[in-house]
């Protein structure tokens, strides 16, 4: 699965692309840092961003498209940027009917080091091991791109996902007609791994339903 990883932000946005094996191994397509000078109009420095990621949006297909979710800070002119760029990337992904996932800053950093308060130093170190690269990526924008794409691949499940998800209705067709889960061959541990965290999601998304 072809994931594009976009790290929003009006003076350095972070654009990462990886492909992601079905047992979780991902490889570097392409990452860069897209730059607005900021005594350009708001328009023009949106537009200079916009044409930097359409021209990677085309270049390498992605499948889908990974962001950092905004939160509110206290620098209002921060966040305004984040967010327009974060809309600007979600609208040409839009154009394109490729899917867009928003992940939050924990999320992203428990995906890749298995801790959801590591610093920026640990998820870089922790990116260039994933991906087998000898530097971690700079600007930290960069890495962090990169780390958006492969959490949203790994959590997902991408290919490996499909592949499970496509086993788990195989296995409840067997069920379904006196057979057992375990009939179902040619499961690997990958895909047995998504289908308990599908289940696991299915359950925590009933149980938030359910509360009063």
């Not at 972070?14 to 897209?34: I, Q, S």
């Not at 949106?46 to 800070?73: K, M, N, S, T, Y």
Request: hydrophobic share 50%; aromatic share 2%.
């Amino acid at each position: 699965m072809r994931v594009l990883g976009v790290d929003p932000g009006l003076t350095r946005c972070g654009v990462g692309v990886v492909d992601v094996e079905p047992d979780r191994r991902a490889r570097l397509v392409d990452v860069v840092v897209l730059r607005s000078p900021a005594d350009l109009s708001i328009e023009k420095r949106l537009a200079r961003i916009a044409d930097g990621l359409e021209a990677v949006f085309d270049e390498h297909r992605p499948q889908a498209v990974a962001l950092e979710r905004v939160f509110a800070r206290s620098d209002v002119s921060t966040i305004m940027g984040t967010a327009q760029i974060s809309g600007v990337a979600m609208l040409i992904a839009a154009r394109r009917a490729l899917p867009v996932a928003l992940h939050t800053p924990s999320e992203v950093k428990a995906s890749i080091t298995g801790y959801g308060r590591a610093d920026k130093k640990q998820v870089g170190a922790m990116v260039a091991r994933i991906l087998g690269l000898e530097e971690v990526p700079k600007p930290a924008d960069a890495a962090d791109a990169l780390a958006l794409a492969i959490c949203h691949a790994w959590r997902t499940g991408g290919v490996a996902g499909e592949a499970a998800r496509e086993a788990a209705l195989g296995a409840a067709a067997s069920a379904a007609a006196g057979r057992t889960a375990a009939d179902v061959s040619d499961l690997t541990p990958a895909q047995r791994a998504w289908i308990a965290a599908e289940r696991s999601a299915a359950v925590s998304g009933a149980a938030r339903r359910l509360k009063p």
